[in-house]
């Protein structure tokens, strides 16, 4: 079964910092993974989405990379700010999504 | 991508009673959706995949007499949660899936259910 695990479980650092959240998974042969953000009581929110035959994903300041055969994925996130104060879920995806324990995130101003 | 609706957002109910989900597909026909919970601090775990005009597939340990999902429609999947007690309360958020759930899902807001 496949296992997916993130780490840090919490992150706080000040406003401006780069920062990278790590996930791992133990099946390597999946479909794709995607990052998500979850905003207190809130559902998810999509971030990136990254296909198989891709190594990475960019969307603004953050940068989504994927490295199956170790079973390893970051996401960077540049100038961190406030705003991006949430909870960071990955997921792989193969023939469902399995979603890892997520990253909580605080950014202080 | 595919916009998806929840209600309600939130219920309260006493135990022993039952509570009905909605998750409604707003811009697009779902012939799959999906039902996940979410325990406090921890991560979504798949419960059901809901398949319009057939009978949901339940994961393991997923009591399927307890979690009762219809899904009558192409838009409209119900998660109704009988006979409810307070280690149902939970945090209850459903996905369409364009692809049948291989490739991408769009998930709902979420229904934060408590039982007291």
């Known amino acids: 079964k496949q296992e997916v695990t993130q780490i840090p479980a919490a992150l706080s650092v000040p406003e401006g910092e780069n920062l990278v959240l790590n996930c791992s998974f133990t099946?390597?042969?999946?479909?794709?993974l995607q990052w998500f953000r979850q905003d207190p009581g809130k559902g998810l929110t999509s971030l990136l989405l990254?296909?198989?035959?891709?190594r990475e994903q960019t969307s603004g300041r953050l940068n989504a990379s994927l490295d199956k055969s170790s079973g390893r994925s970051t996401l960077y996130i540049a100038a961190s700010q406030p705003g991006d104060s949430a909870t960071y879920l990955c997921a792989v995806i193969k023939n469902q999504f399995y979603f890892g324990t997520g990253t909580s995130l605080t950014v202080i101003p | 991508g595919a916009v998806v609706s929840q209600h309600p957002s939130w219920v309260i109910c006493k135990s022993g009673t039952s509570v009905k989900i909605e998750c409604r597909s707003l811009?697009?026909?779902?012939?799959?959706m999906f039902w996940y919970r979410q325990f406090p601090k921890q991560s979504l775990m798949l419960m059901a995949t809901s398949n319009e005009g057939s009978k949901a597939t339940y994961e393991q340990g997923v009591e399927k007499d307890k979690f009762l999902i219809n899904h009558a429609s192409l838009t409209l999947s119900t998660l109704t949660v009988t006979s409810a007690h307070p280690e149902d309360s939970s945090f209850y958020i459903c996905?369409?899936?364009?692809?049948?759930?291989?490739?991408?899902?769009?998930f709902g807001p979420g229904t934060r259910l408590t039982v007291l």
């Open positions: 996905s369409v899936a364009p692809g049948g759930g291989t490739d991408t899902q769009y």
């Open positions: 099946d390597s042969a999946i479909y794709n």
């Open positions: 990254i296909q198989s035959s891709q």
């Open positions: 811009d697009f026909q779902a012939t799959t």
